[in-house]
Structure formats: C-alpha cells, structure tokens
C-alpha cells in the first residue's frame, strides 16, 4: 500500500515482485553510461556535484560517477539485495531500500537532482506515475533538476510495422548473435511464452500512452510508453517545466520532434 493509503496497480506489482528480487544483481553491475547521461553529467555538472537523489540506484553504475563529481549522494532502491550491494561499494552514502511510490517515506530534505535511470518511471501505471512526479517535484531544491529516462510511444507504434520486417529482424538477431546465446535464447522460449500468456492481457492503449508487456527481461514486465510531446505535457500539468529531451546517444530531440530511439532522457525543472 502506498503512503496515501491507495493499493498498488497490477502492473507495479507485478514489477516490484520482479525488482525487489534482484535477480539481476550481475547484469546491472556495470560502469558504462549512456552518451545522453555522460553528456547530462557534464552540462549539468554543478547541480550534479551538490545534493544528488538517485531513485533506482540498482548496483551503482551511475552512483559511481557521482561520487567522482564530489556529490552528497543519496541512493533508494526497492530490491534489498541491490541496497546491500551498494553500501558495501559506498559504506559512507546514505543507500536505503525504498519504492519510487511512495519516495517521501525513504527521502528527506531537498534535492538538487533527482535521477531516475533505466526507464525506472514506466514501471508504474498513469496514476501512479502522476503521483510519484508530483512527489518528486516535492523533493527538488528551487532550480532543482529531475532527470529521468522512458520508453518512446512514438518509436513504438512506427517501427517495423509490416509483420514481415518484424519476422525478419528477428530472425536477423539470432543469426548475428554467438551460437551459446542462441541456444540460450531458445532454451528461454517457455518461460517468455508463459509470461506473455500472463502479463500480455493486461497491455492497454490510452489516447496518450500505452502499458506494454515488451521482451524486457522475458516478457516479465509491463511497462508504460508515451510520446515526447505528451510526456512534455504531463510534466507541464505537474508543475515541472522541460529543459531538454535527449536521444540516449546524446542527440538533441527538440519541441515538436518525436524521437526515434526506443527510449528517450528528459530534464526538467520546477516552474516555480
């Protein structure tokens, strides 16, 4: 239940089940970043050298850069094992375990930055989405900045629209990859066929985004797609003005452009 007393959706339950297990501990322990985030964390450089939130944190592939920038670093992540994995990479930062839905329960004070990274926002559905950006505008210092990533709709609904590319790319995939990921890939066919039976009902279609059941860790998850302009709109309506939206190779996507990558970065910052 979250601190307003409203019961979880499906789709964040069903998600949390998944991230709160931290089964993909190895996967996400990484030290790469994106060319949008190199270029946010060089732009953005005194905002993310001072009070820094990091919603999702996981197993502190961005945390690492902030510590370089000298930041005061805060991590929330629901997955206990994620958590533990980063105090003992960090002991001197505060890392607590917490849920994007209900953020004000596990961080405090005023942030200069609040990052959430790896599309961690579409885990949630339209409400509660909605209820955690207007959270999250709650915790920003005057001139603060959120800085966020999300599946593009646009992307979606207008890439290999003919059946046949689709088969086709597929297919191409698996024959570019090494024979073991193949084999590990078609070993995996059951269990992705299982969870499209049970997540691929739930998908749904709004005038300004959709919940999608995509091939993310095997089909496991739902998650929430929406358009530049619509997601400029909704931040709009929370109070939260767009600074920039990034391609994640860092290219520009300005107003009236839809984006072409599979997910875009967004900054934002309160308009008052």
């Given amino acids: 239940m979250t601190a307003d007393g409203r019961e979880p959706s499906l789709q964040a339950r069903f998600n949390a089940e998944v991230w709160r297990a931290g089964r993909y501990l190895s996967q996400y322990d990484r030290r790469d970043l994106h060319p949008a985030e190199a270029l946010m964390l060089a732009r953005h450089r005194e905002h993310f050298s001072r009070r820094v939130l990091d919603v999702g944190c996981g197993a502190g592939r961005i945390l690492r850069y902030l510590v370089a920038l000298g930041a005061d670093a805060h991590g929330v992540d629901i997955s206990p094992r994620m958590v533990e994995h980063c105090r003992a990479l960090f002991p001197a930062l505060d890392i607590r375990i917490g849920d994007v839905r209900s953020l004000p329960e596990s961080a405090h004070g005023a942030f200069d930055v609040v990052l959430l990274s790896d599309n961690l926002l579409d885990v949630l559905d339209d409400a509660e989405r ?62 992705r066929r299982a969870n499209r039976r049970l997540l691929g009902p739930h998908q749904s279609r709004a005038v300004d985004h959709a919940i999608v059941n995509d091939a993310a860790h095997d089909y496991s998850l739902l998650h929430y797609y929406i358009s530049r302009g619509a997601q400029e709109r ?17 290219t520009s996507v300005p107003a009236g452009a839809d984006g072409r990558g599979g997910s875009l970065y967004y900054v934002a910052t309160p308009t008052g």
């Fill in 130 to 191: 909605r209820s955690a950006l207007a959270d999250i505008r709650g915790l920003l210092a005057e001139g603060g900045l959120l800085v966020f990533s999300s599946h593009n709709l646009w992307a979606r609904d207008h890439r290999g629209s003919a059946p046949g590319e689709r088969r086709a790319g597929r297919l191409g995939l698996l024959l570019d990859r090494p024979p073991r990921w193949t084999l590990r890939a078609i070993g995996g066919l059951p269990r």
């Fill in 234 to 250: 909704q931040l709009a309506q929370l109070g939260l003005r767009l600074i920039e939206v990034l391609e994640f190779d860092g």
